[in-house]
């Protein structure tokens, strides 16, 4: 027969540049900002005007741009680390433990990818309201949670059906309790996964808008503090300038967690 | 076997998960030092009984006793039992060296008595200067040493093996059998080990205990199991069977007699015969208890067939024969039977059967 091959091996054109396409339109239409933040003008139009680093340089020097990085750093760093030990736990159950409606407690777990942001948004500040909780970054914490929490039950809960529920029986026949047998055995076999939702779980809640915006009392996050100064149209280029910086890195930690959490898992595959 | 001296007892076990019954009344009594299979198809039993050794099932009913302490309410990881896995489950985070030494922890030993015990155990896996190798650089047979090696360090009482040939090849695997057998003998632990492989539970078993559907068939030694099996399925599992429909015509003299569809009436050993006259019973003859010829043997116990079919296996043959009064062929295994006795394998050609009566083992019958 032809070098070709059967029809599943050929590769067909078509689609390729349809899908060549999708990412483009997909894409480019977010490289806008990068661009214009180093346009040298207060107007995004073209043509562009100049290379300049001007908005950078501004941004660097506005008090209040690095208050709310901090605050969304506090409240990422906070949200990841409950958010995936909690994952971590729901999923060792979900894959350990003779759990009746598995399936249903995964759904559930799931859920808040579907559900609209504003609608937790609104039900938690009536909530909130009505208990009488004063708006501050707890309160967009807790927003973020329910907001991370499918994220880090994703990541982890493929850690944890792929490795072996034996290494656990053999720690335990070797000796180790429990406690012992999850530091020496369980922990480090899903690390990467722990690495990888952190990781994820963080850059979920550091560009988070919805929850921040029904939730935030006095000290805004980073989204919140762009979207006020959407307001004033002289600050735009820096608001241009600090949101290609947040993409940047969002973009890198995803793809660091997006590596580190498939980890091991090829090679253990490869073995079995 | 007594009680008294047994090192494991199991006393009328259950074991219910759910409405399923995988335990069903199970009692023996294991010794010390024995290397003792668990024999069976898949879903007999056999895995549970094991995991209930090592305490990952509890027991339904009835006690374990190891050593003379009951393990009811011992957790797995104090029981004085260590257990290589089907899988091996080697952490795959660590080296062979922190493998080895994974449950030397609480004894706190210094670093170098610790790593001194690691490398005599690499010397016994005959695996020295492995240490450093990680997890995933090691084929199947290294694994399962290892396995064996993390185990053994701790000196257990007894050591479980569930399946650890299973995955490997057959070569590797009778060589392994060997190594595992003369390991044995080397350290002098109480071995348990469960295997559907009959022949593999025939070559290293001190004793084996076939099971099925969740109860114990028979425990005997290899050759008490093949050589006079209590039931059929136990007869059928080991090795292969030939059976007849038979009545028992004579009892209570010196030799007792028995009529089979086939052979006619036959002597048989009187030990055999524990049921009165006319009771239904089986003839069980093994295919190679048979010898085959062309002409009429000058033995007394002949019976003239017909050839139906033949299978060459090399070394050997299995030839089908059709007799008069049976409706299945007769299996015989015989060295080829034309190039020595001189005879015909051709289909339809006449042959003799002829067996001594000792080969004869009288089941229950259906």
């Known amino acids: 027969?032809?070098?070709?091959?059967?029809?599943?091996?050929?590769?067909?054109?078509?689609?390729?540049?349809?899908?060549l396409i999708f990412l483009i339109v997909l894409y480019v239409p977010v490289l806008f900002i990068p661009m214009f933040s180093f346009n040298d003008s207060i107007y995004v139009r073209f043509p562009l005007e100049g290379f300049t680093l001007q908005w950078y340089v501004e941004l660097w020097a506005r008090e209040p741009v690095w208050a709310a990085l901090f605050n969304s750093v506090k409240?990422?760093?906070?949200?990841?680390?409950i958010s995936t030990g909690r994952g971590g736990v729901a999923a060792r159950a979900i894959t350990r433990d003779r759990v009746p409606g598995r399936a249903a407690i995964v759904t559930f777990i799931m859920m808040p990818l579907v559900i609209p942001g504003i609608i937790f948004g609104v039900a938690l500040l009536v909530l909130m309201s009505q208990l009488g909780v004063p708006l501050s970054l707890y309160t967009v914490g807790l927003g973020h949670l329910i907001v991370c929490m499918p994220f880090a039950v994703a990541t982890l809960l493929p850690r944890f059906e792929g490795f072996d529920a034996s290494l656990e029986e053999a720690s335990a026949d070797l000796g180790e309790n429990g406690w012992w047998t999850f530091w020496r055995v369980t922990f480090p076999v899903v690390f990467p996964g722990v690495v990888a939702s952190l990781l994820l779980t963080f850059t979920i809640s550091f560009d988070e808008f919805i929850m921040a915006f029904f939730l935030t009392g006095t000290d805004p996050t980073l989204p919140m503090y762009i979207w006020g100064q959407l307001r004033f149209p002289q600050e735009f280029p820096s608001v241009l300038a600090?949101?290609?910086?947040i993409l940047f890195v969002s973009?890198?930690?995803?793809?660091?967690a997006q590596y580190i959490g498939?980890?091991?898992?090829?090679?253990e595959k490869n073995l079995a | 076997m007594t009680s008294s001296d047994a090192f494991i007892s199991i006393q009328s076990v259950n074991k219910y998960f759910g409405s399923f019954q995988a335990i069903d009344d199970v009692s023996m009594d294991i010794g010390q030092g024995e290397f003792f299979s668990l024999l069976g198809s898949s879903g007999c039993g056999k895995t549970t009984l094991l995991r209930m050794l090592a305490g990952f099932e509890s027991t339904s009913t009835g006690e374990i006793f190891i050593d003379g302490h009951p393990m009811s309410d011992v957790p797995p990881h104090f029981r004085p039992v260590n257990m290589v896995f089907q899988s091996y489950?080697?952490?795959?985070?660590?080296?062979?060296?922190?493998?080895?030494?994974?449950?030397l922890r609480k004894q706190k030993l210094p670093k170098s008595e610790r790593d001194a015990m690691v490398d005599e155990m690499l010397e016994l896996i005959a695996l020295p200067g492995y240490g450093n190798r990680k997890a995933n650089e090691l084929s199947g047979g290294q694994r399962q040493r290892i396995a064996l090696a993390r185990a053994l360090i701790l000196k257990p009482k007894v050591l479980l093996l569930d399946e650890p040939l299973g995955a490997l090849d057959k070569q590797l695997r009778e060589q392994m059998q060997l190594e595992l057998r003369a390991l044995q003998r080397q350290v002098g632990i109480t071995?348990?080990?469960?295997?559907?492989?009959?022949?593999?539970?025939?070559?290293?078993?001190?004793?084996?205990?076939?099971?099925?559907?969740?109860?114990?068939?028979?425990?005997?030694t290899p050759a008490g199991l093949y050589e006079t099996?209590?039931?059929?399925?136990?007869?059928?599992?080991?090795?292969?069977?030939?059976?007849?429909?038979?009545?028992?015509?004579?009892?209570?003299?010196?030799?007792g007699a028995v009529e089979a569809e086939g052979l006619g009436t036959i002597p048989v050993p009187i030990d055999q015969l524990t049921k009165p006259d006319g009771a239904p019973v089986q003839v069980a003859l093994r295919p190679e208890k048979f010898s085959l010829s062309g002409d009429q043997p000058t033995a007394d116990l002949a019976v003239e067939g017909r050839l139906s079919n033949t299978a060459y296996l090399g070394e050997r043959s299995h030839y089908y024969i059709k007799v008069p009064g049976k409706e299945d062929p007769i299996a015989v295994s015989s060295t080829n039977f034309d190039r020595v006795s001189g005879g015909s394998s051709q289909d339809d050609a006449p042959v003799w059967l002829s067996w001594s009566p000792d080969s004869v083992v009288i089941l229950d019958a259906d």
């Open chain 2, 191 to 220: 071995f348990v080990f469960v295997t559907h492989d009959q022949e593999e539970a025939l070559t290293l078993s001190d004793r084996i205990a076939v099971m099925s559907g969740g109860k114990v068939l028979q425990v005997d």
């Open chain 2, 229 to 255: 099996p209590t039931s059929r399925e136990v007869a059928s599992f080991i090795g292969n069977m030939n059976f007849f429909r038979g009545t028992v015509r004579r009892n209570g003299a010196s030799a």
């Open chain 2, 89 to 103: 489950a080697i952490f795959p985070h660590l080296n062979v060296r922190d493998n080895i030494a994974y449950g």
């Open chain 1, 262 to 267: 498939r980890m091991g898992l090829d090679d």
């Open chain 1, 242 to 245: 600090l949101s290609s910086l």
């Open chain 1, 75 to 81: 409240v990422g760093a906070v949200v990841s680390i």
């Open chain 1, 1 to 19: 027969m032809s070098d070709m091959g059967t029809y599943i091996k050929r590769p067909n054109r078509a689609l390729q540049f349809y899908a």
């Open chain 1, 251 to 256: 973009f890198i930690l995803v793809f660091i």
